[in-house]
């Protein structure tokens, strides 16, 4: 316990805003609570678990998909077991690995720390988490990429490893963080390869001469909008960057999906109009972050008004959809209940974003969200739980990908808004 504590006390004292005391008690809240989880990632290495781990697992899938009536009705057993104790079935699968989207979330979380801060070993901290992303990309394909760590059963099939435009380019957005601060060519290099991938080795579906939808990953040709923005979104960066107008005609080309499709009060459904049956009509509070996010970046990148409008709108709908009056974050709109720890992430992070152009909506979203975040979903050892329940049963399993990365990335992004 001491060890623990010294640990914490340490980290605190890191996170100490450059130059200035704390100027509020959210920003005091918001480093406490991101030293907290810092110490628990210090603790527990870069391994961890994931809510999609034990599914992509042979004989998981086997049982899922099979049709026997036999079978079906005695899966329930053990598919119960791994709902209700869900930490004890990932112990005895042994399904713990490292997951690239995670470290690439721990690369920008630790590189807007160092910024905070000024304390370099934030930096070396991120430089470790590109120098393992670097040397475990995915095999066999166009430029740079990575996937995930388990085999994922979709509406097709996708094998672990296969590289997937949201894990790189979560990975790319901390590869890019690195090569600003440090202008260190690798990591340069290394943003423009997966560009290369991006633009090469995805499928695209043409829907005019001005628009297009990359696909999620080399294997399917789905229409997502959160998975087409992230790369219109990246292509756009590093081009304006690069001075690659290739790059950047893409970029706005797969951005003007997303503008066709945006719904008259400013929301985008998941999956695009022509593939909509899919789950008809859904909308989710962590996706819509992603999507007004990767709109905005679109923005910055291309001065388009056109995404700078899409994205302002966007974001009111977020906060009246998915931010309760007391700070509750709801993942679907108007249900607070179940709590998903990846929302509340996304209920920080978006904002936090945003406070750029919407500074006073964006810290009544943050002030509101952030002391409910911690009083509901923090662990007593830092750690973020998965989801909670009405009735207050709480699933504590710290996931590494879906909570604690994206937490830290979401606390990071906050401090560094709240440092100015």
């Known amino acids: 316990p001491q060890a623990v504590l010294t640990c914490m006390s340490l980290s605190a004292e890191r996170i100490k805003m450059k130059n200035q005391p704390d100027v509020s008690p959210l920003a005091s809240l918001a480093r406490e609570t991101c030293a907290r989880l810092e110490a628990w990632v210090e603790r527990n290495g870069w391994e961890g678990y994931d809510p999609y781990d034990i599914q992509g697992t042979g004989w998981y899938m086997a049982l899922a998909r099979s049709r026997s009536l036999i079978v079906r009705a005695a899966r329930k057993g053990p598919f119960w077991l791994i709902h209700r104790y869900p930490m ?95 202008g260190e060519a690798r990591y340069r290099d290394a943003c423009a390869e997966l560009c290369r991938f991006l633009a090469e080795g995805l499928n695209r579906t043409v829907i005019d001469d001005e628009t297009v939808c990359f696909s999620y990953t080399p294997v399917d040709n789905f229409l997502v909008h959160n998975a087409n923005l992230f790369t219109a979104e990246y292509l756009a960066r590093i081009g304006a960057e690069t001075g690659n107008a290739e790059w950047s005609e893409m970029g706005v080309r797969a951005g003007n999906y997303a503008l066709r499709e945006q719904n008259e009060d400013g929301s985008i459904f998941y999956w695009g109009r022509e593939q909509n049956e899919n789950a008809p009509n859904h909308r989710d509070c962590y996706h819509s972050g992603f999507e007004i996010r990767c709109l905005w970046g679109l923005w910055k990148a291309t001065r388009d008004e056109r995404f700078r409008a899409a994205a302002l709108k966007y974001f009111q709908f977020f906060k009246s959809a998915y931010i309760g009056a007391n700070g509750e974050v709801m993942n679907l709109p108007g249900r607070i209940y179940p709590v998903d720890i990846h929302a509340c992430a996304e209920a920080l992070l978006c904002p936090a974003v945003m406070s750029e152009t919407e500074p006073e909506d964006s810290f009544d979203i943050i002030s509101k969200a952030l002391p409910w975040v911690v009083e509901t979903m923090q662990n007593s050892d830092g750690s973020f739980a998965y989801m909670a329940f009405e009735g207050g049963r709480i699933d504590r399993t710290p996931y590494i990908r879906w909570g604690q990365a994206w937490m830290l990335r979401a606390l990071a992004e906050t401090l560094f808004v709240l440092r100015k």
């Open 88 to 182: 004890l079935a990932r112990k005895v699968v042994r399904v713990k690995a490292i997951n690239p989207k995670g470290m690439g979330l721990f690369t920008t979380a630790f590189c807007r720390l160092f910024e905070v801060t000024g304390d370099e070993a934030y930096l070396r901290r991120a430089k470790e988490c590109a120098e393992w992303l670097l040397k475990n990309p995915s095999k066999g394909y166009t430029g740079l990429s990575w996937g995930y760590p388990f085999d994922w059963q979709s509406v097709v099939f996708i094998p672990r490893g296969t590289p997937s435009s949201v894990v790189s380019t979560a990975v790319g957005d901390g590869l890019w963080h690195l090569a600003r601060l440090t």
